[in-house]
């Protein structure tokens, strides 16, 4: 419900105020983050208000939409729009920085997405500069970016490299690990839980597997519906959301 309720909300109410709403939210977040911020598992931007814990991380991706708001703000700002364009973009980053919770991959995503917004924004012609440039640009610092991620690399030690591969596994990049016990437990888990849910209604060997899932309440939901409702209910869900 939750899913359906934010694919068909009108984004269009915050435009006159997102760059207000996203100050006040980071803000939130880096006060909430740096105060009340912990570890579950060795993960952290953990927050707990009552017995309801949450990813500050997870969090932090509601920034987008709101972004989105602000670059349709800026529409006809001049020159500057740019510089004030990486300001918004890079608040995310420093947040994290602010609060010690900085991680390379959940940045890289948060940028890659504010990136692909503002191609899409510069393509609409919203600000009226120079395309090339713009996108000469972006392509330069990714390239920087790609370099030194290269050097990063490079110096891993052994069960770093098998972190980074478990998470480029994620986007198809290289070959996924479906052990039951290595680095991509939750895939192999969920995996299962497909594989033996129903057509229609519930399948008590998937249930029992999503049962043991970490995350299967609140980060794997579509595999818990998959396992109590049935598979037509994911596709139901996937076409109410697209």
């Known amino acids: 419900i939750a899913m359906l309720l934010v694919s068909r909300a009108d984004y269009t109410i915050w435009i006159g105020g997102s760059r207000l709403i996203g100050g006040i939210f980071i803000v939130i977040v880096t006060i909430l983050t740096a105060t009340l911020g912990y570890r579950i598992n060795g993960m952290s931007g953990w927050v707990s208000i009552g017995s309801v814990s949450f990813s500050m991380r997870a969090l932090m991706l509601l920034y987008l939409p709101v972004f989105a ?18 300001f918004w973009m890079i608040l995310p980053a420093l947040s994290t920085f602010i609060t010690g919770d900085l991680s390379a991959p959940f940045t890289l995503l948060i940028l890659l997405s504010e990136t692909i917004l503002v191609f899409i924004a510069v393509h609409k012609d919203w600000y009226g500069i ?19 991620g290269a050097v990063f690399i490079y110096r891993l030690n052994g069960y770093q490299s098998a972190r980074l591969a478990n998470w480029l596994a994620h986007f198809g990049i290289g070959n996924r690990i479906t052990d039951d016990n290595g680095i991509n437990y ?52 996937i076409i109410c959301t697209t």
Do not use: H
Request: with cysteine; hydrophobic share 50%.
């Open 69 to 86: 708001g602000i670059l349709y703000e800026f529409r006809g700002s001049g020159r500057w729009v740019i510089a004030k364009i990486i």
């Open 186 to 237: 939750v895939n192999a888990q969920l995996g299962k839980a497909f594989a033996s849910s129903a057509i229609i209604g519930k399948s008590e060997k998937a249930v029992d597997i999503m049962s043991n899932t970490p995350g299967f309440g609140s980060d794997y939901v579509v595999g818990s519906v998959a396992a109590t409702c049935g598979l037509l209910a994911v596709a139901a869900i």
């Open 130 to 148: 120079n395309r090339k440039i713009v996108y000469g640009g972006f392509a330069t610092v990714f390239a920087l970016m790609i370099t030194a």
